[in-house]
Nanobody, 115 residues
Framework: VQLVESGGGLVQPGGSLRLSCAASIFAFSRYRMSWYRQAPGKERELVATIASAGGTTNYADSVKGRFTISRDNVKKTAYLQMNSLKPEDTARYYC?????????WGQGTQVTVSS
């Protein structure tokens, strides 16, 4: 199992980024996909989750209305569209895939929001 994140970078406040998580997983559609983030000196926190069927999503209060999680089960890829970015969104963003007892992580992609 391999998860590879991409799409991070440096963006000004108010800008947008789209993160991608390409998964090398058999039966990707069975996995619940999530994005987490971890800022320096802080614990890793859940940002957004999308159910295996892709219908149900949940978001941290801090990103509701600004971030959108989605998935393409044919491409075996999960996405995180981030709009209206704020400096406090600066963190390393990690993709997570969960199915029954299986819990997989990517290496993360850095997002820095700064003027």
């Amino acid at each position: 199992v391999q998860l590879v994140e991409s799409g991070g970078g440096l963006v000004q406040p108010g800008g947008s980024l789209r993160l991608s998580c390409a998964a090398s997983i058999f039966a990707f559609s069975r996995y619940r996909m999530s994005w987490y983030r971890q800022a320096p000196g802080k614990e890793r926190e859940l940002v957004a989750t999308i159910a295996s069927a892709g219908g149900t999503t949940n978001y941290a209060d801090s990103v509701k209305g600004r971030f959108t999680i989605s998935r393409d089960n044919v491409k075996k890829t999960a996405y995180l569209q981030m709009n209206s970015l704020k400096p406090e969104d600066t963190a390393r963003y990690y993709c997570n895939a969960q199915y029954n007892f299986l819990n997989e992580w990517g290496q993360g992609t850095q997002v820095t929001v700064s003027s």
